[in-house]
């Protein structure tokens, strides 16, 4: 049996740290994208809640609270929480029957007031029947990624409770595309800053069942959404909506194909918009929208000002997209379209693509000169959490990183991170083979490679940096490194 421990000094009251430990959405927010796990169920309690996870190949994680090893912050002597006797803690261990006698796994959460400067050491002892070398290779990744995320989620919810919007307190808010890689992030992050999240979807029995299957879990809630008719009583208790539901653009852009994708999206966004508009409770419409746009050939920097490309298919169709909203604008709701670049989290298409590209030395899409307008997805879930609270944001609102580059040098800090192992650091950018556009043509027609994956999209996130809005991860290589676990923790001991 082996033993290790990561710590991290966190600059936030024990109080808030552990809170937000305790708060739904903290399970989802702690995943690496790149161990390729899906979250099941989520505790409802740190004493004795049970979280289920399905990893690769389809095994199922249960990860079981132990109430004996469960050691809650109490009210000190100035009313702050802390423990006095020792840190507080809570503790999981794997009740999957064969996997836990097998792997013996235990993690210990615990948490030690730093004192007079108001911070929090967090140490993670785990332990396994797995050798320590082994234990360590397999942890310092995820754990890394663990530590950067609560720092960065931690500072966010700070930032938040600056905004204006927050002081009205906890939200009910509905969401679309909720179980897609941006919905599922932006949930989580909805809850843990303390509001009311509502999952929107066509079919949600199933999700029902699998995200309630077990007992000592947290509860979600889904509600039935039809786009095309959706219910009147629909939005009655919520009061901001997320619509991000829209079939994938990415595909050869045959008439079927682009069909689907502006019929998934300019009228379900105009129906909802309706009823958001009708619905009186409701204040705030937030739309997701995209770069595209601006057409794929905006080599000069645009910005929010910018008119739509009408010679561009997607341009044409995400015009119509935006102007779907219109209802809700002329019901005096605050509006927003997120017009998103391109998202980078580990685990999605794009990303793992990408990568594997990179890994087997393929370099730029054609010239690569062209601009590649990337958003890291903290930066993305932030800038939807700062459109629903905020009141000075409104309109269309670029999502895309400062530190824009093109693709030539997108695909070289790809390979310097994630590239092929066996080639050195610093050789792996150098070494890459250029990809034709012939490729792109091959598997996405001339019209789609040329607005998809050969675009020239130098889009800046003016409206975003005139606030003064902070991002996470501006600079590429510090987004990839996070999203890939390239960023190891430290084990303290083993």
Same mark, same amino acid.
């Given at each position: 049996?082996?033993?290790?421990?990561?710590?991290?000094?966190?600059?936030?009251?024990?109080?808030?740290?552990?809170?937000?430990?305790?708060?739904?959405?903290?399970?989802?927010?702690?995943?690496?994208?790149?161990?390729?796990?899906?979250?099941?169920?989520?505790?409802?309690?740190?004493?004795?809640?049970?979280?289920?996870?399905?990893?690769?190949? +389809?095994?199922?994680?249960?990860?079981?609270?132990?109430?004996?090893?469960?050691? =809650?912050?109490?009210?000190? !002597?100035?009313? /702050?929480?802390?423990?006095?006797?020792?840190?507080?803690?809570?503790?999981?261990?794997?009740?999957?029957?064969?996997?836990? #006698?097998?792997?013996?796994?235990?993690?210990?959460?615990?948490?030690?007031?730093?004192?007079?400067?108001?911070?929090?050491?967090?140490?993670?002892?785990?332990?396994? %029947?797995?050798?320590?070398?082994?234990?360590?290779?397999?942890?310092?990744?995820?754990?890394?990624?663990?530590?950067?995320?609560?720092?960065?989620?931690?500072?966010?919810?700070?930032?938040?409770?600056?905004?204006?919007?927050?002081?009205?307190?906890?939200?009910?808010?509905?969401?679309? +595309?909720?179980?897609?890689?941006? +919905?599922?992030?932006?949930?989580?992050?909805?809850?843990?800053?303390?509001?009311?999240?509502?999952?929107? !979807?066509?079919?949600?029995? $199933?999700?029902?069942?699998?995200?309630?299957?077990?007992?000592?879990?947290?509860?979600?809630?889904? /509600?039935?959404?039809? $786009?095309?008719?959706?219910?009147?009583?629909?939005?009655?208790?919520?009061?901001?909506?997320?619509?991000?539901?829209?079939?994938?653009?990415?595909? /050869?852009?045959?008439?079927?194909?682009?069909?689907?994708?502006?019929?998934?999206?300019?009228?379900?966004?105009?129906?909802?918009?309706?009823?958001?508009?009708?619905?009186?409770?409701?204040?705030?419409?937030? #739309?997701? #929208?995209?770069?595209?746009?601006?057409? =794929?050939?905006?080599?000069? =920097?645009?910005?929010?000002?910018?008119?739509?490309?009408?010679? #561009?298919?997607?341009?044409? *169709?995400?015009?119509?997209?935006?102007?779907?909203?219109? =209802?809700?604008?002329?019901? +005096?709701?605050?509006?927003?379209?997120?017009?998103?670049?391109?998202?980078?989290?580990?685990?999605?298409?794009?990303?793992? @693509?990408?990568?594997?590209?990179?890994? @087997?030395?393929?370099?730029?899409?054609?010239?690569?000169?062209?601009?590649?307008?990337? *958003?890291?997805?903290?930066?993305?879930?932030?800038?939807?959490?700062?459109?629903?609270?905020?009141?000075?944001?409104?309109?269309?609102?670029?999502?895309?990183?400062?530190?824009?580059?093109? %693709?030539?040098?997108?695909?070289?800090?790809?390979?310097?991170?994630?590239? %092929?192992?066996?080639?050195?650091?610093?050789?792996?950018?150098?070494?890459?083979?250029?990809?034709?556009?012939?490729?792109?043509?091959?598997?996405?027609?001339?019209?789609?490679?040329?607005? @998809?994956?050969?675009?020239?999209? %130098?889009?800046?996130?003016?409206?975003?940096?005139?606030?003064?809005?902070?991002?996470?991860?501006?600079?590429?290589?510090?987004?990839?490194?996070?999203?890939?676990?390239?960023?190891?923790?430290?084990?303290?001991?083993?």
């Amino acid at each position: 049996m082996s033993e290790t421990v990561f710590e991290q000094t966190l600059d936030h009251p024990i109080e808030q740290v552990w809170g937000v430990h305790a708060t739904p959405g903290i399970v989802t927010r702690l995943t690496p994208g790149f161990t390729r796990v899906r979250l099941l169920q989520e505790a409802g309690n740190l004493k004795s809640g049970l979280t289920r996870m399905r990893f690769p190949g +389809g095994v199922v994680w249960e990860g079981k609270h132990d109430p004996g090893f469960y050691r =809650p912050l109490v009210a000190a !002597s100035d009313g /702050r929480l802390a423990h006095v006797d020792s840190p507080a803690q809570f503790s999981d261990v794997c009740a999957t029957p064969g996997v836990g #006698s097998t792997f013996g796994w235990r993690h210990v959460h615990s948490f030690q007031d730093v004192g007079a400067g108001g911070g929090t050491i967090l140490r993670d002892r785990i332990t396994t %029947n797995a050798p320590s070398f082994v234990a360590d290779q397999l942890l310092k990744g995820v754990f890394g990624y663990r530590q950067t995320q609560l720092a960065g989620d931690l500072k966010h919810l700070q930032q938040a409770r600056g905004w204006a919007g927050e002081s009205t307190g906890e939200m009910t808010i509905a969401v679309t +595309g909720a179980t897609g890689a941006v +919905g599922t992030q932006l949930c989580a992050l909805l809850q843990l800053a303390g509001h009311r999240v509502i999952r929107l !979807s066509r079919n949600p029995q $199933p999700l029902i069942d699998e995200a309630n299957a077990r007992p000592g879990g947290a509860a979600v809630h889904y /509600r039935r959404w039809d $786009p095309d008719h959706p219910a009147e009583d629909l939005l009655a208790d919520v009061d901001a909506v997320v619509h991000l539901a829209g079939s994938s653009i990415a595909g /050869r852009f045959t008439d079927e194909h682009l069909a689907k994708v502006a019929g998934s999206r300019i009228e379900p966004t105009r129906k909802l918009s309706e009823l958001a508009a009708r619905t009186d409770r409701v204040h705030t419409f937030v #739309s997701a #929208s995209a770069v595209g746009f601006y057409g =794929p050939d905006a080599s000069e =920097p645009v910005d929010e000002s910018a008119p739509a490309d009408e010679s #561009s298919t997607l341009g044409r *169709i995400v015009r119509d997209w935006e102007a779907a909203t219109e =209802p809700a604008v002329a019901a +005096g709701l605050r509006v927003v379209q997120v017009r998103t670049g391109l998202v980078m989290a580990a685990g999605t298409a794009l990303l793992d @693509l990408l990568t594997a590209q990179a890994k @087997l030395g393929g370099g730029a899409l054609g010239s690569g000169q062209q601009f590649f307008p990337w *958003i890291a997805m903290n930066d993305l879930v932030d800038i939807y959490h700062r459109a629903l609270t905020d009141p000075m944001l409104h309109g269309p609102v670029n999502a895309v990183a400062p530190g824009i580059v093109r %693709n030539q040098e997108f695909m070289a800090t790809l390979a310097e991170v994630g590239g %092929n192992p066996l080639i050195p650091r610093g050789l792996r950018g150098k070494l890459q083979v250029p990809v034709p556009a012939a490729g792109p043509r091959l598997l996405l027609g001339e019209d789609g490679a040329a607005e @998809l994956a050969l675009a020239d999209q %130098n889009v800046r996130p003016t409206v975003l940096t005139d606030m003064g809005h902070e991002f996470r991860t501006p600079e590429l290589a510090d987004a990839l490194r996070h999203e890939l676990g390239k960023n190891p923790a430290r084990a303290l001991q083993s």
